[in-house]
């Protein structure tokens, strides 16, 4: 196997076994906070809080991580990272208002730093015949773990209500093992390689790379630029998105409960649908991605603008029917009120699939579009990519607790239309 693509597979695996454990944890964290506070009262600890601390640290810090990575590398910086996400789940294990929150702060450090890392080595281990192919492989291999995850979930939930102390603590501790051993695996990722198979991983000998004030010059000298503006909304909204399927929905979802099924497990459900759409879409863009000019195919692939226009038009269909699927205050709690019709358990699971296949074209392409555009700038690109989603992600999880349903979906339609329009205009599809 090729050398590169190798990388590539060892990063996508790693990452599969940490955010089986992160992206089970918040899909579930609104859900299992509250069964935690019917229990002990004194428990005053919020999902929707807790993610908005985590992505709004996020977005802070990624204006650090490029320094970081300068300084270490992106290798150090990934399993640094993914470190963090194993100390997140001690609150679940031993809850507490304060241990809650700090290990909030710390995950959102961690994340910047992981997936900052994580789009350098990436481009590192790539180029314009192989961009399109790695972040499809990646993207697919890594949202796995919303698979997996939500199966455990199905299973440890069949025939429960309530996630009472003892599922709980089988929960989490199961996945602290799985995020552990995702961690080991990130350890043993070698160096990056360009085209020629030479080693090329940033360290202490890049002039500069120890200077923060260079680095955040560069980044943003790079987000005062046309493109990267234009970019930008597309950035904002991926975080909207993140936010709405991997905390809001599921919550939604397990609150509304005129649903004639157990909502708890239908939680694990969705949440596998959403992982399916993610790794449909990832395999797709992988396989159906702008072909190199040297390949000897008759059919050069789909470009990223059509790509992009056929996620938009997905989302717009999964947003229209949760519109009319879910009761406007299904993301406080327990709801027992019917949207425009009786909520349906089949139509709700099906659109977690279509969230995951939107998100999955929107942000292969974004990473596409970074290491074609950036490619000698790559970490700065993608650490303002990861700025902005943190920073949209973190608003999402604040007015979740303050906006219904019907408010959510209408921000989402507005942010993604501009952002669609955009990019499109970045990538030349139209012309302005």
Known sequence: MDRRLMNISILGLGFMFVFTSFLTVSNIEKTVLKSIEKEDPSFTG???????????VFALCNWLAPTIIGMIGSRKSIYLGSICYVAFLTPFLWPSNILLYTMSVLLGFGASIIWTGQGTY???????????????????????????GNVFVILVLRDKTELNESTRMLVFTVLAVVCGFGTLILMILR?????????????????????????LKDSMRLLMTKDMLLLSTLFLFTGLHVSFYSGV??????????????TKQLLGYTGILVGVGEVTGGLLCSILGKKSPRSDSKFSGLSRSTVIIISFLINIVAYGLIFVNLPNDSPFGDSYTKSFIKPNQYLAVFCGFLLGLGDSGFTTQIYNIIGVKYSDNSSSATSLFMFMQAMSAAI????????????????????????????????????I
């Not at 019907?406 to 205009?425: D, K, P």
Request: proline share 3%; charged share 15%; net charge neutral.
């Open 46 to 56: 919020d999902g929707y809080t807790s993610l908005c601390i985590i992505y709004g």
């Open 122 to 148: 990436l481009t590192m281990n790539s180029d314009l015949s192989t961009i399109s192919r790695n972040s499809g492989i990646f993207w697919a291999m890594s949202k796995i773990s919303i698979c997996i």
């Open 191 to 215: 160096p990056s390689v360009d085209a020629e198979d030479k080693e090329n991983e940033v360290n202490f000998q890049k002039p500069n790379s120890m200077i923060p004030k260079k680095e």
């Open 249 to 262: 929905y599921s919550s939604c979802i397990a609150f509304t409960k005129s649903m004639s099924t157990n």
């Open 396 to 431: 999402s999880f604040f007015y979740s607790n303050q906006f219904g349903i019907y408010a959510q979906l209408i921000i989402l339609i507005i942010v993604m239309t501009i952002g669609t329009l955009s990019f499109l205009v970045v990538d030349k599809f139209i012309s």
